[in-house]
C-alpha cells in the first residue's frame, strides 16, 4: 500500500485555520476596582482624565480631608500589625505621627488642631476594640472573576463572626452615615463578593464605621443583592468600554465621555481641565477640614 506523502499528510494552511475557528477566542476580562468603577459612574469625564488619557490631565493641589484620612487608615492599619499586648490607646500617638500626611493643610495650626482631632477618634474607637481579636484580613487585597470583570480592591479590615466574614470600611468624613449607606454602597457589596471568593466562606455582612461620630451602619446582603451589584457594576463595565472602544475609532473624547457637572466639580482633582468643572465654585485644600473643625462640639 502507497503511503501517503509528509507534504500531503500535513493539513493546510485553511484546514488549520477551520480547526483554530472551533475555538472562540477569549472574551477580554475589563480589569477594574470599585474605585474605578464608581469614577465612571460620578462622571465619565473624571474617567476619562484618570484612566484613559495619557499623559492625564495635571491634578489640582492635594486636599487636605483626603491626608487626614489616609493617616487615620494607616494608623490603623499599624495598630493591628502590632502584638495583642501592645495594641493600646496609648500606642496611637506614635503610630498616628509615623503615619501623619501633611498635605492639604492651610497652615501649622489647622494641621495640628486635624492631628489632635484625629487621634481623638482613634483612642475612642480602638478602646471599643478587642485588642486580642487578629481580623482575617487588614488592608487585604481580595479579587474575583466575572463573564466581564477582573476585579480587585483593598479592604480596611476583615473580620470573622462565626462562620462568616464581615467586611469593614473606615470613614472619616464629616456626615454620619446610616444603614442605606451600606447598603447601597457599591464598594462594599463587590467587597464582600470577591472575599467569599477568596476565603472560601460565605460573607454577607459590610460595615460602614464612621470614626468621628464612633457610629457603625452595617447590612446584611443575601446572595441576590450582591448579584444585582455585580450586574450594575457589569453594566458600568461596559459602558466604560464602549466610550473607550467609540474614541479609539475616532468619536470625540468629550462626547464619549461627558460631564456630570455638580457640587461634586468642586472637589474634583481635574476642575481646571474641564470647562464644565470650571464653573464650579472653586474650594480651597483645606476647605472640608475646616468645615469639619467648625462643625465639631
Not at 143 to 167: F, K, M, N
Amino acid at each position: 500500500m502507497e503511503r501517503p506523502s509528509r507534504a500531503s499528510a500535513a493539513p493546510s494552511s485553511a484546514e488549520q485555520d477551520g480547526q483554530l475557528g472551533l475555538f472562540a477566542a477569549p472574551r477580554r476580562l475589563f480589569s477594574c476596582t470599585p474605585s474605578r468603577l464608581g469614577t465612571y459612574e460620578d462622571c465619565p469625564r473624571r474617567y476619562r482624565f484618570v484612566y484613559v488619557d495619557r499623559p492625564s490631565p495635571r491634578k489640582g493641589p492635594p486636599w487636605a480631608h483626603n491626608s487626614l484620612g489616609s493617616s487615620v487608615h494607616n494608623a490603623l492599619k499599624s495598630w493591628y500589625a502590632l502584638s495583642g499586648p501592645e495594641r493600646t490607646p496609648a500606642a496611637l500617638p506614635r503610630l498616628l505621627r509615623a503615619t501623619w500626611v501633611s498635605e492639604g493643610y492651610r497652615d501649622e495650626a489647622q494641621e495640628q488642631q486635624a492631628f489632635n482631632r484625629a487621634l481623638g477618634w482613634l483612642e475612642t474607637y480602638v478602646d471599643g476594640l478587642d485588642p486580642a481579636a487578629d481580623p482575617v484580613g487588614v488592608e487585604r487585597v481580595v479579587a474575583a472573576r466575572t463573564e466581564l470583570l477582573a476585579l480587585s480592591g483593598r479592604v480596611d479590615r476583615i473580620d470573622q463572626a462565626g462562620d462568616e466574614l464581615v467586611i469593614i470600611d473606615y470613614k472619616t468624613g464629616r456626615s454620619e452615615l446610616t444603614s442605606d449607606d451600606a447598603r447601597g454602597s457599591r464598594a462594599l457589596a463587590l467587597y464582600a463578593y470577591a472575599a467569599e471568593r477568596v476565603f472560601r466562606r460565605r460573607c454577607r455582612r459590610v460595615e460602614l464605621h464612621h470614626l468621628p461620630t464612633g457610629t457603625v451602619a452595617t447590612h446584611e446582603h443575601t446572595e441576590e443583592s450582591l448579584a444585582r451589584h455585580v450586574r450594575r457594576a457589569e453594566q458600568t463595565a461596559q459602558d466604560a468600554m464602549d466610550a473607550e472602544q467609540a474614541v479609539a475609532a475616532g468619536a470625540d473624547p468629550d462626547e464619549a465621555f461627558p460631564a456630570t457637572p455638580g457640587p461634586i466639580c468642586s472637589w474634583c482633582d481635574f476642575r481646571r481641565s474641564c470647562p464644565a468643572g470650571a464653573a464650579a465654585p472653586e474650594r480651597e485644600p483645606w476647605a472640608a477640614v475646616e468645615r469639619q473643625s467648625l462643625a465639631a462640639p
